[in-house]
């Protein structure tokens, strides 16, 4: 009875040992200016089974940053760095700035790239990022689509979750797909939208209750729908708030690819490995701090510090409040849906804001502070910088210290460019 006991104990640690060492099949889906509020999860008026089954057989990640636009956190993604670290703090690449990266893939070719896979290297993982256009403006879903959701009467909230539920189809096919090829059972999924949803001009995105939107370091601009589906996870059917930031994933991703600690810590990444987390959600968190952004203007500082419980924003750049969805039979402009203005003491740009949701968008908004305790106010209303200046004082002082790092934005110009035979030629790559 002894030795079939130990036996058992023998094999399931080989069959760990086994699960431990064999490297998966990762999978990255990132979304497009997908709001807190723009998935079913959040919010039952979204029509998202496909997204809301994975994440609901996964492991939610409710606390999980990315950055305020698309450039430094595709970037954050791709390196595992804070983009301050490498320039990539400010504004998103342009098309013809001879710098940076263009990443693609067509969702209606990857049902034939996995088959391909699967009949041409069997067993062998591979790795896949499907970085959508969707929900990004100009949102245009098809009919059906749109049709779903009839009775919303705001028309970029409409075309926005129709265009939500068309990709919601599209992650749905992906994991059919992923079944049909036999690959599905050795496979890490990750979702995650890049930066906070677009309530402005039409564009139709929400993160209603968060603060802000796509653009600012408020949570509403920086903390996105999350999860990791695995059916190598072992504990699952669970919604976290361990920090996560976007930065993580490239060591994490390293990590099951087989790379050792002592190689990950040799990348000096800002990132951590996360997979001992999703392996034990219910564990300690591993992150203390995430640099929510950090930049500079001319001397003066612009940046957003997480520490434990605690946020400190110096300078947000422009003031923002809280966006409600356009509920079913709501109508007009995005303007019109700002919510509730909390206690502010900038009246004109409050004025600004709720009249001309475009110039908003230009207004710096400097020499303000905030401290918030997003454990008991995640939404950001109660600033507490007046209540608790020694944690000012000492989450500014960090912050200042990790400005000594930075690396400035390149802002290289654009270059001409143009078709030549068909192929998009910028002059400066030969
Ligand atoms: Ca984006």
Known sequence: MKTRLILVILLVTFIDFIKSVEQPNIIIILADD??????????????????????????????????????????????????????????????????????????????????????????????????????????????????????????????????????????????QALKDSGMYENTVILFLGDNGGNPLLGAGGNNWPLRGFKGVVYEGGVRTPAFVHSPLLKSTGLSIDHLFHVSDWLPTFYHLAGASDQEIKDQNF???????????????????????????????????????????????????????????????????????????????????????????????????LHLFDLEVDPEERFDLKHELPHIVQEMNERMEQLKEDMVYPDNIEEVEGGLVDGIWTSNWCE
């Open 270 to 368: 800002s990132g951590i490995n996360q997979w001992p987390v999703l392996e034990n959600p219910l564990g300690e968190g591993l992150r203390e701090e995430i640099v929510v952004n950090l930049d500079d203007d001319k001397g003066t500082t612009f940046g957003a510090l997480r520490q434990g419980r605690y946020k400190y924003i110096k300078n947000p750049g422009m003031w923002v409040g809280w966006v409600k969805p356009p509920t079913r039979g709501a109508n007009g402009n995005a303007g019109q849906h700002l919510g509730d203005l909390g206690d502010v003491d900038n009246d004109e740009l409050v004025d600004t804001l709720a009249e001309q949701s475009v110039d908003v968008l230009h207004q710096q908004s400097v020499d303000v």
């Open 34 to 175: 997908l709001g807190f509020n723009d998935v079913g999860y959040h919010n039952p008026d979204m029509m998202t089974p496909n997204i809301d089954q994975l994440a609901k057989t996964g492991i939610i990640l409710e606390q999980s940053y990315v950055q305020p636009i698309c450039t430094p956190s595709r970037s954050s993604l791709l390196t595992g760095m804070y983009p301050y670290l490498i320039g990539r703090q400010g504004y998103p690449i342009s098309h013809k700035q001879p710098t940076g990266l263009t990443l693609d893939l067509y969702e209606e070719r990857v049902s034939i790239l996995l088959r391909e896979h699967a009949a041409s290297n069997p067993g062998q993982p591979f790795f896949l990022y499907m970085s959508h256009h969707a929900p990004h403006s100009p949102v245009e879903p098809p009919q059906f689509y749109e049709d779903l959701y009839a009775n919303i009467t705001d028309d970029g909230r409409r075309k926005f979750s129709g265009t939500v539920t068309a990709m919601d189809d599209k992650v749905g096919a992906l994991v």
